[in-house]
């Protein structure tokens, strides 16, 4: 899926790891140029213009400068840390753990209260992420940052004369998902059972015959329709399906980190059965995983529009982070509430897709698989984002393409949808006693972000009420606990 290209020319050269598309040859060796200063020119624009993932790395002769840059899709974390004799550049956090790091309190709090950060600030002091299409600069006893330009704010607009919203969405999903050189039988699609990865499924099958899908199953009252709607879009696809029981792999809450457990700034809540899906590809040859992240993000709704409230869903959120603020020491509540300056800008890539990647990206790498996410594309993103209302409203252009593949009635209106929400609760409520006995030493209530008390307190709430919003509230601390722990 990658290529690498190093060109050199007087007094300087740069390297670019980036994700071959399918106008390039494959070649898995690294091409090497030495080039004139014009060739140079040329080639260095056509790679900063590369329009799919990919990682730059820039050194000039005059003043020991270097730049590193990265692309708009963010498909897996790039971390940098600067020291005075060395840069480290990895997507795997165990890579930086060589010398002592502190944690970034200010980070912490706010993730602890539940807020959305992307930012090249991160929960180590000194490691930044390079956010989409940032650069890290570095010189003789100097490092800084620059953030990109924002993205340009999307209105909703009326669609050119002539042009209907789910011929240009087919169009642009089909180019997406065919960008890259891939073989049939190398690739594996994220299945769930849901619209989004529904939608990247039919259109990989509109170019390959017999893809191989994978997923989760669930247990309580999603279970069965979930296994209906799946056999439905399988059979209507063409797809070999494979799925693990999550009551076979479920989530580890062990806040004791393992011999040999890989380290990480953030933590996929069901690791465990992603895992078993990811090997089982590996094992048939398919090291190219599709997946429908950015579909959440697709179809937002405007401030100026009535939207129409899906149940108990705000109130719901606002019930979590109001559990979130209780965990908290004075200290950190105050950091929480404060206005933050250091958020990357407005990207094409909506910013949660992009902290979905930077979370599953690492995990996939280390089980061998490259990810691609089609539903994050920006052209798609930009074009769904302008689309009228009436087009976004419920997922309706994305309808109108799984009904025309799929038959209308694997995707009605107000059908049961697959939630891993008990999947927590259930567990967090058996394995109480044991999270107890480990919350006596607690890493965020030693470094004053947290509350022990309050915490055993909310343990016991999600043990004995198995709530929601209770329980959003402790899987982040606990799950952040544990990469405090891990990195202390």
Request: neutral net charge; proline residues 6%.
């Amino acid at each position: 899926m990658l290529e690498a290209l190093l060109v050199r020319t007087q007094g300087q050269w740069f390297m670019t790891v980036r994700e071959r598309r399918v106008a390039t040859a494959p070649d898995k060796t690294i091409a090497c140029r030495d080039v004139d200063t014009e060739q140079f020119s040329r080639l260095y624009q056509e790679c900063a213009l590369w329009p799919l993932d990919y990682l730059m790395i820039e050194v000039a002769q005059a003043g020991c400068r270097m730049r590193v840059r990265t692309g708009v899709l963010g498909s897996v974390p790039v971390y940098c840390h600067a020291r005075n004799d060395e840069v480290t550049l990895s997507w795997d956090f165990a890579d930086f753990a060589a010398h002592p790091l502190a944690i970034d309190t200010e980070i912490a709090s706010h993730r602890l209260a539940l807020h959305t950060v992307y930012s090249a600030r991160q929960l180590c002091v000194g490691v930044n992420l390079l956010t989409e299409r940032a650069s890290f600069y570095v010189e003789p006893g100097k490092a800084s940052y620059r953030y990109p330009a924002p993205a340009p704010d999307t209105i909703p607009s009326p669609l050119p004369q002539g042009r209907d919203a789910l011929t240009a969405f087919s169009e642009l999903l089909h180019q997406a998902v065919s960008v890259r050189p891939i073989a049939a039988d190398r690739i594996s699609v994220e299945l769930s059972g849901g619209m989004d990865s529904a939608t990247v499924a039919s259109a990989m099958a509109t170019f390959h015959q017999r893809i191989a899908s994978k997923g989760i199953l669930l247990d309580g009252d999603v279970r069965q329709p979930q296994i209906q709607r799946r056999q439905l879009i399988a059979n209507r696809l063409n797809l070999s399906d494979e799925t693990v029981e999550i009551t076979a792999f479920p989530p580890s809450l062990d806040l004791q980190r393992q011999p040999g457990q890989a380290r990480g700034l953030y933590w996929e809540y069901y690791l465990e059965a992603c895992a078993a899906l990811w090997d089982s590809s590996l094992a048939q040859g398919r090291d190219v995983l599709f997946t429908g992240i950015g579909g959440d993000e697709l179809f937002p709704a405007y401030a100026d529009e009535t939207q129409e409230k899906n149940g108990k869903e705000p109130g719901w959120r606002d019930d979590a982070r109001h559990c979130a603020e209780q965990l908290l020491t004075p200290r950190a509540l105050s950091v929480a509430r404060s206005l933050r300056s250091f958020d990357a800008p407005t990207s094409p890539v909506p910013v949660t897709a992009l902290l979905a990647h930077a979370c599953r990206g690492p995990d996939l790498l280390r089980h061998g698989l490259w990810p691609v996410n089609p539903l994050s594309d920006p052209s798609l993103v930009a074009f769904c984002h302008r689309l009228p209302r009436d087009d976004r409203q419920g997922r309706e252009v994305m309808r109108q393409y799984l009904h025309a593949r799929l038959g209308s009635e694997v995707f009605p209106r107000g059908y049961t949808k697959e939630t891993f929400a008990q999947v927590l609760p259930e567990l967090i409520s058996r394995q109480a006693e044991t999270l107890a006995t480990q919350l006596r030493d607690c890493a965020l209530a030693d470094l004053g972000l947290v509350d022990q008390r309050a915490a055993l307190r909310l343990l016991n709430t999600v043990a004995t009420t198995r709530a929601q919003a209770p329980t959003a509230a402790l899987a982040s601390f606990l799950w952040l606990e544990r990469c405090v722990r891990q990195i202390n």
